[in-house]
């Protein structure tokens, strides 16, 4: 059993963890372990919007990222997943991945003038949403250290057995800054025009969760309990939170489908949202009668299943303080990620 | 809105609450507030122990014992409930309320000797359970300020709308000693023989929690719903800690249902229990599956039923210094109460 910080990101502590350090969690459970050379890393999602059947126009633009994600300094790693919206838009977000800010920032400026640097055009909207945090502002959390995804692709190795895990309050005891910090948000996000572009400025310690389950390993009667009886309820939660999250902190919601290389729907799919703190996420998981439905749902699920169970689950939060966050539109309407959390009234850059 | 801790408790914090400074509880509850004068409460619980039918012994020692109740330096307030236990035996217990430590003292040695001075007699067995905290070691939490139970019917008070509930780890946030200590367990609970008795010398933070219901003034579609959906997941629940309790640190499980002066049951009951620590019973309510059941449809009922639920639920949870604690047993079955947490073989005092 070992601590989910690392130890050379282990302070003296201001703030307690919410569990004895005696406390046995009941199942295991792992998380993504970077070399220490690792001081940031680097979440860019990038997203195509369009009405109705995919054109021509969206099929570049998918292939125009993919190519300068395969260019020089590209992301270490990955990935591509689309919803429809509750505008009715459908929404493809490529989510990419760097350890070494270097690189990252060799990279972006030209990906983001391609990206969001000319007029709306063809019908598509495009967005870039980015995070830089420092590795004390995020954690991850896997079911199964065999198959990693999302951030822990670019990690050098899986946990053994971590302590902070399966209790409410665990989340924020493996954020390493946790020990000395409440991470309260601090300000309000407002959008900056800059011509056909949209930004928006968050505030302080944000907090992003993308929270994803893989049932590609389930076979007939474990696969049938999962989509009957857990998805329905997950999918519940997810629309509550993209149409009615504001008013809980929840800024924006989406509920993703992965696709493969050629655009296929995957058996993964992953829930990713935009908080006003850590706390709206923790209140929302620990207490709203939807995330308590998905919460009852997986753990009837587990139960039955025990430690045979081939679904795997795993998310990665973070935390970021104002000046690791990046939010850019360009052609997307007015609920579009970041932007629904903002007046419609901008200011210009 | 008001903190669930007294203004004269508040003391220099070296521990944080769980929630933010500006958490907003999604609905209201209450406290019991005591006079600043009151130091230390005392909670004692007289328990006649019987099989089968109750005989005149059984009608004569809770005869006495309200009697004593009823003399110079009684309780402010007593109630009486009783359940079956896991040996099928039935259990009586009275228990009894002080605000007032000298006056317990003065009452407490006489009725002591009355109930377990002697030697088993007439088929029933007696016990003492007995907490004196610091007003610092205890919290209440109630869903309506116009019907004190328990402890609280001593209180001046009932406060306003406090803030520290609806959210995992509200109940320490409410104890007064959290602002400073993590109440954490110290030693092993052993039993200790003299004569006849069996006393168990327990350890430092000891949990007591009695958590009560009470539907008497539900009305036909609400009383249905209560006693169909509710009270059978409750019961669940509180099985699996009377029988299974001790590996997850249940030390005993009573689930009390309250009786008038005549003995006739009413439409009130508790669940009372024993607990190696606060933390012990934080894992048990937030993730074991039996509580998350009664979670959910106690959610269930209440988002159905809104602010008109006539159902009234509160609870008293306290955290007990090794020396404001008293367990004695006579001629009880060696499961009973905090026998349960001893070896069978005992130490001679």
Redesign the interface.
Known sequence: MESAIPSHLQTARS??R???DD?AP?YPSFVARHKPAVTRVIMAYFGVQYHGEPTAAVAEALAQIAARFAGDNGPSHWDRAHYVDQAGFTNVVSVSYWDDAARFDAWFDGARETWTGGTPADGIGRFIEVLRPDVARYETLFSSPDRAEGVAVLADAMSGEVQEH????GMRDRIPLSQTD?M?PRGEPRAVRDGARIRVVAHDNLCLIRSGQDWSDTEAAERKMYLDDVEPVLREGMDFLRDDGVAIGCYANRYMQVVDGAGRPTEKSYGQSWWK?L?AL??WA??H?TH??I??AA??YL?TLGPSAKLRLYHEVTVAAADEQFFEYLGCHDRTGMLGAVPLTVDSA
């Open positions: 703030r307690h919410r569990v004895p406390y009941p399966a209790y409410w309050g409440a309260a703190s706390a923790e209140r620990e207490s009668p308590v439905k919460f009852g753990m009837k139960m």
